[in-house]
């Protein structure tokens, strides 16, 4: 698994690639708590380049959706493959994960820092 961080405003992106197994989860949660410690409003993790998740993967994401929202934040996930995003429809994980596909997720969140559609995003939320 590779990790890749980017900043947006108050949107922090956690990029992951390739496998995200078993031997992966304590540095994703690791580099997560990193990422949610100034307190984000909105943390993203960019799934397009993730080719393979198992139960443990989902699991990590399964924690640190609650742990984000214990700090009333809110995690997206963006760009799913279908074959993962299957298994997330299965599971009836798309119930508690909001899911996008990048093109929605730049529109709604694109450039500018005024923070007008974050705070509309977790109005909806509350």
Not at 68 to 77: M, R, V
Request: net charge negative; aromatic share 8%.
């Amino acid at each position: 698994m590779e990790l890749k961080l980017n900043t947006a405003g108050k949107i922090k992106t956690i990029e992951i690639s390739g496998k995200f197994d078993i031997e992966s989860t304590e540095e994703f949660e690791s580099i997560f708590a990193k990422v949610i410690e100034p307190n984000p409003t909105v943390v993203a993790i960019e799934m397009s380049r993730l080719d393979y998740i198992d139960s443990s993967g989902i699991g990590s994401l399964i924690k640190s959706l609650n742990l984000l929202k214990s700090k009333k934040g809110k995690l997206i996930l963006v760009g799913m493959k279908p074959m993962i995003q299957n298994v997330f429809k299965l599971a009836k994980l798309d119930m508690f994960f909001e899911i996008m596909n990048p093109s929605d997720f730049q529109t709604r969140f694109s450039g500018d820092d005024d923070d007008s559609d974050i705070d509309d995003l977790l109005r909806k939320t509350k």
